[in-house]
């Protein structure tokens, strides 16, 4: 049944292949709990489960209930097992971008060129912590410091970057990495996995007591680019949001040589 219920998510939601292994960990996580068909599951096995959830994150029980949603509701036809649940209620928390001698100490904490070619592709970028781990040595130009992540988000209706560039600093390091480096079957511009980026990016944060990750990054380039007056839906573009406005989708030009004239006027920099 899990086997039918992931090509349902995939070939009828048109789910990312993301959001397809976060409903199957979902999923299996409750079943194996409960032990029991998904056929005999009750409104109160789910209840009982969720409640076990109420003291975390609010994106925490909202994954858990939007499994549970495409499975009973969508995909077995039992709306009435979920309609009673609600997804919880997320209150607006103001950002705080972290500053350049903040990133900058963060830098100066990693240990490899990997991890800084990985930090910097991050900040000046935009690319999400999905993009750059799948990103490819083929959808990069090191010399027009260009990156289409042609197999990002493919199946996403609002996640589909289609180009973003990487500043000169950032090309000075994945230059030296990749010289350095042992071949990649994979063709991997990064190599490295999500767990020992996650780890290392931790124990640079305890180094140089400036917590930060992927997302801060990716939040501390939109900003910027925005300081800097770059018109907000040509960074939406380098970002990966899908056009909204007229303006944008309709008046706008898109096209690579466009987007670098824009990126590179502003010379967007790090660690200077």
Same mark, same amino acid.
């Given at each position: ?8 998510? *995939? ?5 990312a ?7 199957? $960990? ?6 194996k ?13 789910? &209840? ?7 003291s975390?994150?609010?994106?925490? &029980? ?35 971008v ?46 027009? &410091?260009?990156?289409?992540? #042609? ?10 970057? $289609? ?17 350095? #480096? #042992?071949?990649?079957k ?12 996650? *780890? ?17 990054? *990716?939040? $501390? ?11 907000? #839906? ?14 944008? &989708? ?21 660690l200077?």
């Open positions: 049944m899990l086997k039918r219920f992931e090509e349902f998510c *995939r070939v009828d939601l048109q789910q292949d993301r959001s397809v292994r976060g409903n199957l $960990w979902e999923l299996g996580r409750f079943l709990c409960i032990d029991k068909s998904p056929t005999q599951v009750t409104t109160d096995d789910l &209840r009982g489960y969720l409640a076990r959830f109420q975390k994150s609010p994106s925490t &029980r909202a994954n858990v209930l939007k499994a549970f949603k495409r499975f009973f509701r969508d995909f077995l036809q039992r709306p009435d097992l979920v309609q009673s649940f609600k997804f919880p209620r997320r209150t607006y928390t103001p950002k705080t972290p500053s350049k001698e903040d990133l900058r100490r963060f830098f100066d904490a990693l240990e490899t060129d990997r991890d800084r070619a990985a930090f910097l592709l991050f900040a000046t970028s935009g690319l999400r912590r999905s993009e750059l781990l799948s990103l490819r040595l083929d959808e990069m130009d090191l010399e027009s &410091r260009t990156i289409i992540p #042609r197999r990002a988000h493919q199946s996403s209706n609002t996640k589909s970057t $289609w180009v973003t560039f990487f500043n000169h600093e950032c090309q000075e390091v994945l230059k030296r990495y990749l010289a350095n #480096r #042992r071949t990649n994979n063709n991997q511009a990064i190599s490295i996995g999500e767990s020992t980026l996650r *780890r290392n990016f931790k124990e640079a944060s305890q180094k140089s007591g400036v917590k930060l990750g992927p997302q801060t990054l *990716r939040i $501390w380039f939109s900003c910027q680019l925005g300081r800097l007056g770059i018109p907000d #839906r040509y960074i939406d573009a380098m970002l990966g949001h899908s056009p909204r406005s007229i303006l944008s &989708r309709h008046y706008s030009d898109f096209s690579p040589d466009k987007m670098r004239e824009i990126y590179d006027k502003v010379d967007l920099r790090v200077s």
